[in-house]
Each structure stands twice: as C-alpha cells, then as structure tokens.
C-alpha cells in the first residue's frame, strides 16, 4: 500500500462442476484417480521450506479400499515441532513487512491454481484419502477453499480500510497488525477446506503458522501445501507437521511466543486446550486467540405443516451426505405425529435407492467412514439400538469391515426423546428420529433446544409462517447456522458464515470478516500536527 489503495472487490462463488457423465471433468477426475492410485507418494513434513523426512513411515489407505496403499508419510516428534516455531519466528518479521497486495497474491494465485491446474487434484486425494464421492470433494476441495481463498482476501482488504475519523490538526489511522508471535492450526479430516483455510486465514493476516492435520487428512494436505508453495508462499510462513496431539501441545501451549490456536476438532479436546492454555498463561508474551469450532447434534424439526418430499430430502441428503462425518450433519430430528408415517416410509424407501462403495464408482452416494475406530464406534451405537426396547431400528443397521469401513445408512425410531443417540454426538450415518405430538409443537421446541449441549447447525421445515417465526425465535440459540425448509448443511463462503456456539465452539465465523479479526491485533496511532507547547488549558486563565 505504499504506491497506492489496492482494492480486492466482492467475489463470486466458484462454480460447482457437476461430473455428469460425458462431462469433460468427469473424463479428467477418472484419470486423476487412476495416476494418483498408481504411484505410491512420500510425503515429508515440511518446516521452513525444507520438505523433512523422518524414516518412521506411516501408510495412507483407503478408508474404502484398506487393501491399497496412496503413500506413506512421515511422522515426526517433539524437535520437529520446536523447529517449526523457529522457522516461523524466523520468517515472521519479513513476513508481517511484506505489502499486502504481494501477500494477497499469493493466496490469490493459489486459488487460481485450484481452480484450474489442480482442481482434479484436490478432489482426488481428497476422494481417496477421506473417502468422498465426487461431488462432496467438488464442493468441499475445490470450491470452498477456492472461496475461502478469494473471499479472505476481498475481506481483510475491506478491514484494511477500515479508518478512524480524524479532527483538524490531528490524523488518526489503524494499524491491523498479525499478533505477536505464531499461531498453531490443528484441523480435522472431514473437510480439506477447513485444513485449507485455518492456516491460511490466519496467515493472510500477516501470522505465521505451525499446522497439524489430522492423519487422515495428510493426502490432501499435502496437496495444498504443494500448491501454496508454487504460489509463492515464503518458506517458513506455513510449516506442516505430523505429530501426535500431547507432543504438540507440550512444545506449543508452553511457548512463550505462542500466539493463538485455530483449531477445529472435537469439544473435549478444545476443552482440554483451553484449560492448558489458562493454566499457562503466565509464560505467554499476550493473551492468546482461542478460536474453535467443535462438536455439535444438528437437528431438524418438522412441522405438521411441512411438505414431506422436502422434508425426506433435507433428511437424507442431510444426514448421509459424507457418511454423515459433517460438523453440520443433521443427526437427530423431531417429526410431528401427523406426518410421521409418510416420512419414514419414504426415507426408508430412499435410503434404499442409495449405493455404498468405492469413490471410484460415480454411481456410489455412500462410501466409508474415515477409520476403524471411527466405524467401531459407529458400530456400538448400532447394536446398542438393536437390543434397547427403547429404540427401534426402521432402516439401514448393516455394516462391514472386510474391505473398507462400510456402515449402511441407518435411520433409528427412539421412543425417549432423550435417547442416547438424540442426545450424543456420533459423527457417522446414523440418524434419529422422535415423533412428537403434532398439536404439541412448542414442547418439540423446548425438546430441541435442551437436549443437546451443542448448537452448531439446525433446521426447521414448515408451511406455516407463524411456526417459522416461532422457531426462529425459541431456537435463537440452539444453532449458530439455522435453515428454514432446507437440509442443516452445505455453508457457502460468504452466504452462510459458519460456526457455532455453545458446545460447538466459539462461533468466530469460518467464512466472514468476523474470523479475520481474531487473527489481526489493532494499533491506533494519532499524529498531531501543530502539537502545544505550554501545558495550560484556557480554563485555567485567571478573569470570571
């Protein structure tokens, strides 16, 4: 900005491709598959540019095909750590000094780089890796993080521009500076745009970071580190690591330059890190950002007056999209007694038409959860349900492990609306259902809003305006996104800013200058032109 005011205008979302066949990004995604299966890759770690390889060799497979291996990567431990702070300390200054519009860029041609060179490879690793089908990995690899690429940088520019008044004689500015010291990013498997964005965000804003990714995300993370890279991502800025949790945490939360966690994971853990960052407080240089976006048990409540081919759908598509393995996915909902019937024999019919298999077959909705501790789990609830008189299991509860982690679409009827599986998250293909008195809609609501500690996402399906409105207002705060007459996910960059509260987090709002802020740390500076050279106001002259 020293040559001139660069401003970066409102974007438009990435277009989602459809995939349809004869489409010629169906025809090159195949083909990406079939290159990316054949060559087993070695992934390092890279810290300060330097790409580092440990020896102790991790495989990457398939959570659909277990019998394949993508790659091996490799794990590192606590001075692989140290050294990614010192390689972000040491790149920080030059960093924070560079012009924003060469910052800007960077990320800019990043996500140039996606949308085009790379789009397939994106979606691909992400479909082998996390096991999604095409079109989740489209709008989640590419078009997301091409959105949250584009969209951050028109927003820090609009608080760039941000400006205080100033009076005669005297100029005032703002300074958004980065914080003080380095920012640890730690994301989760389910979405690559998330792994994408939660170092990236805080990096535009002039930070540097430590990012630990899920290990069954390292695929696709790779990827976009590689990407950044050939963008033009100074070496240091963003240093990718692959350790464990505890060895993390040691070497980060007793940091004295330890500047802030963008994380987004389960609630305990978050928890845990907030109650280790409290009790190290004292050894920091600032007050550290604490920025989290956690569990949640999204709900949806159905109407007496809701369509119920709309309602069927939200559910469906809500529910078992990703195998269910979205923080939004709509895991409990609440039917009124009156449509109850219609709705669960056309879910089950539904759920029926929905193959399950390889990401390979673009005829396959459902594919395998990420891992098998995530399908024993999964698993437990199942058969928990199937011997528990107070639950009756009205579709799906089949599942197998021979060759991958499959676990059918699995729809359960629990009479005590506090059932185990209305009130708990479990992240997986399982939905359930209570029906409720359709002449009782204000108790559902009540039911809605105490059942659960979370309030991530939600959604309410009605024809009755006044049971909106009613809705909006009684769960004002179960859910930090909520959806009239739509399914409770599918957040868009820059239309629905992401997060939520409660036990879901600290709903900074993924997507949104709102995020942006926790990331930058203000400095106001006033310039006095003429300044006074005796210090007597003219109150204090003597006379009445």
């Not at 860029?105 to 096991?131: E, V």
Request: proline share 5%; glycine share 8%; net charge neutral.
């Amino acid at each position: 900005m020293n040559l001139g005011y660069f401003h970066y205008p409102l974007p438009a979302n990435e277009p989602v491709l459809s995939y349809a066949p004869g489409s010629a990004e169906r025809a090159t995604l195949k083909k990406t598959l079939a290159e990316l299966k054949k060559k087993e890759i070695d992934i390092p770690m890279y810290i300060g540019g330097r790409a580092v390889k440990t020896g102790k060799r991790i495989a990457i497979r398939p959570p659909h095909e277990t019998s394949h291996v993508l790659g091996y990567f490799h794990a590192g431990d606590d001075k692989h750590v140290q050294q990614a702070i010192d390689a972000a300390l040491k790149a920080r200054e030059a960093w924070a000094n560079m012009p924003w519009e060469d910052r800007a860029h960077i990320f800019l041609k990043a996500a140039d780089l996606i949308a085009t060179k790379y789009r397939s490879f994106m979606n691909g690793t992400t479909m082998l890796g996390q096991s999604k089908n095409a079109y989740q990995a489209e709008i989640d690899s590419a078009c997301e993080l091409i959105d949250f690429l584009r969209y951050n940088v028109h927003f820090l520019s609009e608080i760039y521009r941000q400006q205080p008044v100033s009076s005669p004689g005297i100029h005032n500015r703002t300074e958004w500076r980065p914080l003080e010291g380095f920012v640890l990013a730690i994301t989760p498997f389910n979405f690559t745009a998330i792994g994408g964005n939660l170092p990236a965000s805080a990096a535009m804003c002039g930070n540097v970071v430590v990012w630990k990714p899920a290990n069954t995300q390292v695929y696709s993370a790779q990827m976009f580190m590689r990407i950044l890279k050939e963008a033009g991502l100074p070496d240091g800025v963003i240093n990718l690591v692959y350790v464990s949790g505890p060895v993390l945490g040691k070497a980060c939360f007793t940091h004295p330059d330890f500047a802030g966690v963008h994380f987004t994971g389960s609630t305990g853990v978050f928890n845990q890190m907030w109650e280790t960052i409290g009790k190290n407080i004292a050894k920091y240089k600032t007050y550290p950002r604490i920025v989290g976006e956690t569990g949640g048990k999204d709900f949806v409540l159905v109407h007496k007056s809701a369509d119920v081919d709309a309602a069927v759908t939200a559910l469906a598509r809500g529910a078992f999209e990703f195998q269910g393995q979205k923080c939004s996915a709509a895991s409990r909902a609440y039917i009124p007694s009156n449509l109850a019937n219609a709705i669960k024999t056309k879910l089950a019919a539904v759920l029926k038409t929905m193959k399950m298999g390889t990401v390979e077959d673009f005829g396959n909705f459902i594919n395998a959860v990420i891992d098998e501790k995530s399908f024993d789990k999964i698993a437990a609830y199942i058969d928990a349900a199937k011997k528990d008189r107070k639950a009756t299991i009205i579709a799906g509860g089949n599942y197998d492990k021979s060759e991958g982690y499959f676990i059918e679409p699995t729809v359960i009827e629990a009479k005590d609306p506090r059932y185990v599986t209305m009130c708990e998250e479990i992240f997986g293909p399982v939905l359930t259902l209570y029906v409720y008195d359709a002449d009782n809609y204000e108790k559902a609501l009540e039911l809605v809003d105490t059942t659960s500690p979370y309030a991530l996402t939600g959604a309410v399906l009605a024809q009755d305006r006044d049971a909106i409105t009613l809705a909006t207002q009684k769960l004002r705060n179960a859910a930090g996104n909520f959806y009239i007459n739509d399914k409770p996910t599918g957040a868009v960059v820059g239309q629905q800013p992401f997060g939520g509260a409660r036990a879901s987090g600290t709903n900074d709002k993924a997507g949104s200058m709102i995020n942006l802020y926790r990331w930058l740390s203000a400095r106001t500076v006033k310039e006095t032109f003429n300044p006074p050279t005796d210090y007597k106001y003219p109150f204090l002259a003597p006379g009445e």
